[in-house]
């Protein structure tokens, strides 16, 4: 999915997440485990400020641990709450629940010292497109997806998916318009396939992610193309990989385009290794 965020989607996607906000106490907010603080998006985080908000850093098997386990420790001393999830295997969902659990004891503890019934939680989940929102609902509800069905007076048509008994997600996550504040973040969003192939192109990123390799992981270079050499400008690193790959054009020259298409599926796919961008 590729989304080209016009001012009209922006405000779209603005107005979505104002109401639907309303009616949960808690903002499931999912960042990826490589970038986390590329994919943070300051105005989002304005607009659920009031709510409780728990980071999910999803697609960890991509990411590398002791980085991921850096960035998380630095979230919570910024006061949020964080968990991380693979949410093509389920891994980390327990330890979401528990989190997602420990937000919602103060209002849980303020309705019993009121003497009411304590309601399940209801969790909204946002984030910018691809970051994993349908795979992470579908993962955690899992053959319950069947909807506990809209309550009258409350959800306005919302359908609340019941993953615990006292925990439920609204079926329809938030999509949030991603932030592109530098040059840098904007190639790491499209290195992770969050902002489309419209915004930038896919040699450029690619030669962004040759760049970063070459910095922070030249053993991929060296091990996995067989580079001879990895202090090379990155358009002969490129180069190198369609030959080794065997990537050729008709006349033997290298096939460019077709290098920065798989270069770039393998790091989204995780073959290049553990990543971390930030
Ligand atoms: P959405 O646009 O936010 O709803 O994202 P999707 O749920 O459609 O996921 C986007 C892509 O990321 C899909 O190809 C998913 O299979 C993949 N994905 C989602 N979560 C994970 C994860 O935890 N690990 C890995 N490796 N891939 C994931």
Not at 16 to 29: P, Q, Y
Not at 40 to 56: C, D, F, M, S, T
Not at 209 to 229: A, E, I, Y
Request: proline letters at 4%.
């Amino acid at each position: 999915m590729s989304i080209n965020w016009f001012p009209g989607h922006m405000v779209k996607a603005r107005r979505e997440i104002e109401e639907n906000i309303k009616l949960v106490d808690i903002v499931v907010m999912l960042l990826d485990a490589r970038a986390p603080y590329s994919c943070r998006n300051p105005e989002l985080e304005k607009l659920v400020a009031r709510k409780k908000v728990v980071l999910v850093l999803n697609k960890m098997d991509l990411a590398e641990k002791n980085a991921m386990r850096r960035h998380m420790t630095a979230l919570r001393t910024e006061g949020f709450m964080v968990a991380a999830m693979d949410s093509i295997s389920g891994k980390g969902q327990r330890e979401v629940m528990q989190v997602i659990s420990e937000s919602y004891q103060s209002f849980a503890d303020t309705m019993l010292q009121k003497g009411r019934r304590v309601r399940p939680a209801r969790v909204m989940v946002v984030g910018v497109p691809n970051i994993g929102k349908s795979t992470f609902l579908n993962s955690l509800v899992g053959k319950k997806m069947a909807a506990t069905g809209a309550k009258p007076g409350v959800t306005r048509g919302k359908q609340w998916l019941r993953v615990r008994e006292d925990i439920e997600f609204m079926d329809t996550p938030g999509l949030m318009w991603p932030k592109v504040g530098s040059e840098e973040q904007g190639y790491k969003l499209a290195m992770l396939d969050i902002v489309g192939e419209k915004a930038y192109s896919e040699y450029d990123v690619a030669r962004f992610l040759v760049t970063w390799l070459k910095d922070n992981q030249p053993s991929v270079l060296l091990d996995k193309f067989k580079l001879k050499d990895d202090n090379l400008p990155p358009e002969l690193i490129m180069e190198n990989i369609a030959r080794h790959r065997g990537y050729l054009v008709k006349g033997g020259a290298a096939d460019i385009e077709k290098t920065c298409k798989l270069l770039l599926q393998d790091f989204r796919k995780g073959k290049l290794g553990p990543a971390n961008l930030d």
